[in-house]
């Protein structure tokens, strides 16, 4: 599945129609005109978002173009980047991302392995059970965990209100099915002699698992990582509902609850602080988009 | 005018009694009991830069000279940040000590906090009294639960264009409301308001008052209605929807959006003030933060700007004032010490400071605070802030929907009730069918 | 089938190794068991329990001491805002899901076309939106969208267009959060159909082509029914996350104007956490549940079909 995703090299199909190559020459010309068509409307915002932070607040009051900038300045970069709050928010954004990444993958691939290849009672009616899970959205929980955090600080005198922690616990249940269900699929994917052999030579379970399934499947572990991160790193929801003080909030609420500032307004820096938080995720991606797609196409490929 | 007459000389009291009184009720709270201790305090994070620091350094100041341990926290009200926070440690009977309250939090969660009836006794004698709006929210059943907060607190009296004014309308508003001196408004009635919208609409330059769901929205509607005498229920908690006086004033709104920009419905706090700064219009419903982003970011706009009163209805002329409070809770653990640094906060030099600091956006709510240095010199234009907090009582100042029960009222002004009410009827639903969609909401709002 | 292999290395041994044979099957189901522990101990107590929960919740009145059946629902079905948000939320889900599915379609049309060494870079850059995260975008489109700011009047202006209120009246308001969602969205459809493209096998292409089938015919007569399931799958899928959708509602235009853009998910946060009605809150995201599970049961019929054939 990896490898369909991960292929490059289509069939060059010019050569394949010699005979109506003029036709082929036309259908191109359109094809790249519609593209940079829809790249335009794909890339408009990120594109004026960068425009816009590049602005000060006087130029943007000003009636000049708003889609050029006149008098471009760092400012707004500096400004947020020698903030204290914009700094706390990235690193709880990023301390909740790496934790719930790692915790989601443990879980998961233990998980999937022993879906995939430990049939037991029930473990079919499992698998389906966990895809379903990632069916229900997080807005239809979050009502009742609110009230649940007020039960848990009854009974333990924990709190798990406005605490950058409690989305450790919650994100893995918006990253875990989906996870799972990627690993089932490619642990499925690898031939089962390989873990018989595995199995008959003396191997554990768990030697099977580190030993063969892992590296094989590291594609699909990489798909299914980039997709948790991306996930905890959106997550806006919970966090909204879930915490309140300045340095226990994650980037995409603190960007909006901070730099968003009722009557004051300050659009440089919002934009700045917003492409400044799409920027992890971007450049994991600039990096490792084969990888992405596969983990996006998982589930598709197979059908 | 004997009320001229009377200010100057409780001023002078003031001045004399300042430094007495500091001592007289900041002290007998925690010297005599547990001098030091730890105090957490969540202070409302600013909109004016800069102005988190008065608060923050007169609160070291309190702790240094009383030996107090303090964190101090400045929470956001963005996104209901603030209002969750409260909410939060409400529930959780932990949190800061002393909190920023919103205009309406005080009655919600009074069962929560600590009656400082004592420090507000004290304050009211040295700084005078306060208005029935600042008793109504931070009062519960006659008991002081909260002491009214000079930062946050506002009134969003109309802020227009001296030029466009004139040009448009023909209306001098520097003239009607002249800097250091009374206002000569007894034409700026509603009336007048209205034909002015027109003029402005028609020059090219509208009025910008939105009818969305925010506070702005819900502020500028409340006083119109109030102006009219319209009250959606009354003070019993009977709906009164079907009435004369708010039909009159749904008829007005009729006739005054027709002159407003068409997505007025969608608008929130912050994009009046962008239609101001941006030149757009003649004339928003907003404290000075406008003002202070246009000296920063568009400072020819700036320089024509004006603050000044509400134009008068059929049953007087009303301002739209919403005071915030601060107040500790039951749990706090160290009252003594917290009761001592709310009544510092509210000394005549810690609330000229706070004054200053935000460039005359805060406000105190005690009746001889009125006329301090940084309005009368504000600017430029030199005087704009002048009449920003009412110093000749000229207007009522009303928070909108009362005389309504609070868990009633606030939902009215949370919601936007009135807003959409005037944007429905607006937009051509006939008055009964809006009334009855009103009935409707204000029974879901009575849900317990 | 694993557990088939072990059984049949296991039958040639002699009777005294049956036990551990056993054993070896305890310890197998054992160590499943334990690695699935954590999977089932956050989906049951951080889904399932909250999921039944929240329908307890519903029953209770606004401060929740008292049980009052379903009388939540019935104040619910007697508010206009409410069949305002079923309306809204079915229109928002429909709308949407069918214009991200022709986009993403037609742009993975387009992507397969052009030579497959440019074909990465288009891919890549035609991706993005998908890879913000969406409250960030949006952030971006508000700015674009802003009724004294707004980039797009400034562009219209210069054609001589009236300025637009993107997000002022009820009707501007439903398609602009309608077209943030697509510009979101759109590109998972895209990358799912090049997928499903790149799997159609070209003979079939050539065969239809020597038998003089315009591109039309081509893709009605074979990409279509060959990515059928891929189409259906990826549609219910989005249908169901654009349904729940919250992010772009909430940042864009919070439900306004006049509640004429709120979905479930944002007026259930509006009840339920800021005006402190927990149970009303609940009631009205429970109404995301029949439709939910109709995708999903679709879903699952189609997942079915892969566990066959995996």
Redesign the interface.
Same mark, same amino acid.
């Given at each position: 599945m990896a490898d369909t995703a991960l292929a490059t090299g289509a069939p060059t199909r010019a050569l394949k129609y010699g005979s109506i190559a003029k036709d082929r020459r036309w259908a191109l010309r359109l094809s790249y005109f519609f593209l940079t068509l829809f790249a335009i409307f794909f890339l408009m915002p990120p594109i004026y978002m960068f425009i816009t932070s590049l602005k000060t607040s006087a130029e943007i009051s000003a009636e000049t173009n708003p889609w050029w900038v006149f008098n471009p300045t760092l400012a707004n970069y500096i400004e947020l980047l020698t903030q204290d709050t914009y700094l706390i928010f990235f690193r709880n954004s990023a301390m909740v991302s790496v934790i719930v990444v790692t915790i989601s993958m443990l879980i998961s691939v233990f998980a999937a392995f022993a879906l995939a290849r430990m049939r037991f009672w029930g473990s079919t009616l499992l698998a389906t059970g966990v895809f379903l899970t990632y069916l229900i959205p997080e807005t239809l929980l979050f009502i009742p965990l609110f009230k649940m955090m007020a039960m848990v600080r009854d009974a333990t005198g924990i709190e798990l209100m406005n605490n950058w922690w409690t989305m450790i616990i919650l994100y893995p249940t918006l990253t875990v099915p989906f996870c799972t269900w990627i690993m089932i699929g490619y642990f499925a994917s690898i031939p089962k002699e390989l873990d018989e052999a595995a199995l008959i030579d003396g191997a554990t379970w768990i030697q099977t698992l580190t030993k063969i399934f892992i590296p094989v499947a590291l594609p699909g572990i990489i798909a299914a990582t980039i997709f948790a991160f991306t996930v905890s790193w959106a997550q806006f929801l919970y966090p909204l509902a879930f915490t309140t003080s300045t340095d226990q909030l994650v980037l995409p609420v603190g960007i909006i609850t901070t730099l968003i500032k009722g009557d004051v307004f300050n659009w440089g820096q919002i934009m700045t602080g917003a492409l400044l938080g799409a920027a992890p995720p971007l450049i994991i991606y600039a990096f490792l988009m084969d990888y992405y797609i596969a983990g996006l196409t998982a589930g598709a490929t197979k059908g | 005018m004997s009320k001229r007459a009377s200010k100057l000389s409780r001023r002078r009291f003031i001045a004399n009694t300042a430094l007495a009184s500091t001592a007289l009720i900041a002290a007998p709270y925690v010297r005599g009991a547990n001098a030091a201790g730890k105090l957490s305090i969540g202070f409302w +994070?600013h909109?004016?830069?800069g102005a988190n620091d008065a608060t923050k350094q007169l609160a070291t100041e309190w702790a240094a000279k009383e030996k107090v341990d303090i964190q101090i926290?400045?929470? /956001?009200?963005?996104? @209901?940040?603030?209002?969750?926070?409260a909410?939060?440690e409400a529930?959780?009977g932990?949190g800061h000590d002393i909190l920023h309250f919103g205009s309406w939090w005080v009655n919600e969660m009074a069962d929560k906090l600590e009656p400082v009836d004592d420090v507000m006794a004290a304050l009211i004698k040295l700084n005078g009294a306060v208005n029935p709006t600042v008793r109504y929210l931070g009062q519960k059943d006659g008991k002081w639960m909260a002491v009214p907060a000079t930062t946050g607190s506002q009134i969003k009296g109309p802020c227009s264009r001296i030029d466009l004014m004139k040009q448009h309308a023909g209306i001098d508003v520097q003239a009607m409301y002249p800097a250091g001196g009374p206002p000569k408004a007894d034409n700026w009635t509603l009336e007048t308001f209205l034909k002015a919208a027109e003029a402005c609409h028609k020059g090219g330059h509208p009025f910008g008052i939105g009818l %969305? #769901?925010t506070a702005d929205s819900s502020d500028t509607i409340g006083a119109l209605f109030h102006a009219f005498g319209a009250a959606l229920v009354d003070a019993k908690g009977n709906i009164t929807a079907k009435s004369d006086p708010v039909r009159q004033s749904l008829d007005y709104y009729k006739q005054l959006m027709a002159f407003l920009?068409? +997505? #007025?419905?969608? =608008?929130? +706090?912050?994009?009046n @003030?962008? =239609?101001l #700064?941006? %030149?757009?219009g003649a004339m928003i419903m @907003?404290?000075p933060?406008?003002w202070?982003?246009a000296k920063? +970011?568009?400072p020819k706009v700036a320089e024509q700007l004006w603050t000044h009163g509400f134009p008068s209805g059929p049953k007087g002329r009303f301002a739209p004032f919403t005071p915030t409070f601060w107040a500790t809770w039951k749990f706090s653990k160290n009252k003594p010490a917290a009761k001592s640094l709310l009544a510092y906060l509210s000394q005549p030099a810690a609330v000229e400071k706070m004054v200053a600091a935000s460039n005359g956006f805060d406000l105190p709510s005690f009746a001889n605070m009125t006329e301090l240095k940084t309005w009368a010199e504000e600017g430029p234009p030199k005087g704009t802030l002048y009449h920003y907090p009412n110093p000749h009582n000229h207007q009522i100042l009303s928070v909108a929907a009362t005389p309504a029960p609070h868990a009633i009222a606030v939902?009215i002004y /949370?919601?936007g009730l009135m807003c959409?009410l005037a #944007?429905?009827h607006f937009q051509g639903e006939a008055m009964e069918k809006t009334l009855d969609?009103a009935v409707?909401?204000l029974e %879901?709002y009575m849900? /317990? | 089938m694993a557990d088939v292999t072990i059984t049949r290395t296991g039958l040639p041994a002699e009777a005294g190794q049956v036990s551990s044979l056993q054993r070896l099957m305890r310890r197998k189901s054992t160590i499943a068991f334990i690695m699935t522990l954590p999977l089932l101990l956050v989906i049951f107590t951080l889904v399932a329990y909250p999921a039944f929960y929240s329908l307890h919740l519903a029953t209770l009145n606004k401060s929740m001491v008292r049980f009052v059946g379903l009388g939540n629902f019935e104040f619910l079905f007697g508010r206009e805002t409410f069949w305002l948000v079923v309306y809204q939320s079915c229109l928002f889900a429909v709308t949407a899901v069918i214009f991200k599915a022709i986009i993403g379609f037609t742009v993975a049309h387009f992507v397969h076309n052009i030579p497959s060494k440019g074909q990465r870079k288009w891919r890549g850059m035609l991706l993005v939106p998908w890879v913000i995260p969406p409250a960030m975008s949006t952030l971006a489109w508000l700015w674009l969208f802003d009724p004294s700011y707004s980039a797009f009047n400034w562009l219209l202006a210069h054609v001589g267009v009236a300025p637009v209120s993107w997000t002022g009246n009820t009707h501007w308001a439903r398609f602009s959060v309608i077209l943030v969602n697509i510009w979101v969205g759109a590109p998972f459809f895209m990358i799912m159909y090049l997928a499903a493209l790149k799997s159609v096998p070209e003979q079939l292409y050539e065969a239809s082509e020597i038998d003089g089938a315009n591109w039309w015919q081509r893709i009605w007569y074979i990409t279509l029914p060959m990515m059928r399931n891929i189409i259906s799958i990826t549609a219910l899928f989005s249908l169901i996350v654009t349904f729940a959708n919250f992010d772009i509602v909430r940042v864009l235009t919070g439900g306004g104007p006049l509640d004429s853009t709120h979905l479930f998910a944002t007026w259930a946060f509006r009840v339920g956490i800021e005006s402190g009605d927990i149970p009303l809150g609940a009631c009205v995201s429970l109404f995301m549940v029949p439709i939910l599970a109709v995708a999903a049961t679709l879903i699952l019929r189609d997942i079915g079909k892969r566990g066959n054939e995996a």
């Open positions: - | +994070d909109w004016v830069p926290d400045h929470i /956001t009200s963005q996104a @209901n940040k603030l209002r969750l926070t909410s939060a529930q959780a932990a %969305g #769901v920009p068409q +997505d #007025v419905s969608a =608008w929130d +706090d912050a994009t @003030n962008k =239609w #700064v941006a %030149g757009k @907003n404290p933060s406008a202070a982003v920063r +970011d568009a939902q /949370t919601h959409k #944007v429905r969609y409707k909401e %879901g849900r /317990t | -």
